[in-house]
T-cell receptor, first 109, second 114 residues
């Protein structure tokens, strides 16, 4: 699986959009980009995934660059409950998800 | 639809003992994966089962084993526990365990080895 690079931590004001970047420059053509988040000591929660098109669901939007070497997760109106560690993961499936250290997003009141 | 459930949620054992953890996947999901999360190593893949067969295995010693039943429920076993086995053990299920399937995680079992 391709390796991902994420900032260690980020702050965002409550009510503003949180934009979390992820670099995955070695991604191959058939690998998906997945985003999960983990609130302290709970199981990771699936947020969104995509292959090459931008995706949106009730939780977030995923913007993938045209060359697929990076992506951005957007939480449109961050709340205090969005404070968590966010993991960007490439591929997965039967080989298991390879989690990096993720980004610790802190929503400030 | 009910989510992934794991039992027990918390467990305390002593070195040398063995432990069995249980995972019930989302109804209709046939793939179950297990992960270990520790502060030092983060989240690491242990193994994956599909249709009662282990399909993939991570880089863990043979003390870690698992099985899957015909109803897709899965158990993992750790024998001869070591202090370093203290961790949050997570189970995730998906429809078929392929790249296009999303994995959904349970709440985890917190194992403490004394």
């Amino acid at each position: 699986d391709a390796k991902t690079t994420q900032p260690t931590s980020m702050d965002c004001a409550e009510g503003r959009a949180a934009n979390l970047p992820c670099n995955h420059s070695t991604i191959s053509g058939n690998e998906y980009v997945y985003w999960y988040r983990q609130i302290h000591s709970q199981g990771p929660q699936y947020i969104i995934h995509g292959l090459k098109n931008n995706e949106t669901n009730e939780m977030a939007s995923l913007i993938i660059t045209e060359d697929r070497k990076s992506s951005t997760l957007i939480l449109p109106h961050a709340t205090l409950r969005d404070t968590a560690v966010y993991y960007c993961i490439v591929s997965g499936g039967a080989d298991g998800l390879t989690f990096g250290k993720g980004t610790h997003l802190i929503i400030q009141p | 639809k009910a989510g992934v459930t794991q039992t027990p949620r918390y467990l305390i054992k002593t070195r040398g003992q063995q432990v069995t953890l249980s995972c019930s996947p989302i109804s209709g999901h046939r793939s179950v994966s297990w992960y270990q999360q520790t502060p030092g190593q983060g989240l690491q893949f242990l193994f994956e089962y599909f249709s009662e067969t282990q399909r993939n295995k991570g880089n863990f010693p043979g003390r870690f084993s698992g099985r899957q039943f015909s109803n897709s429920r899965s158990e993992m076993n750790v024998s001869t526990l070591e202090l370093g086995d203290s961790a949050l053990y997570l189970c995730a299920s998906s429809l078929r365990g392929v790249k296009t399937d999303t994995q959904y995680f349970g709440p985890g079992t917190r194992l403490t080895v004394l």
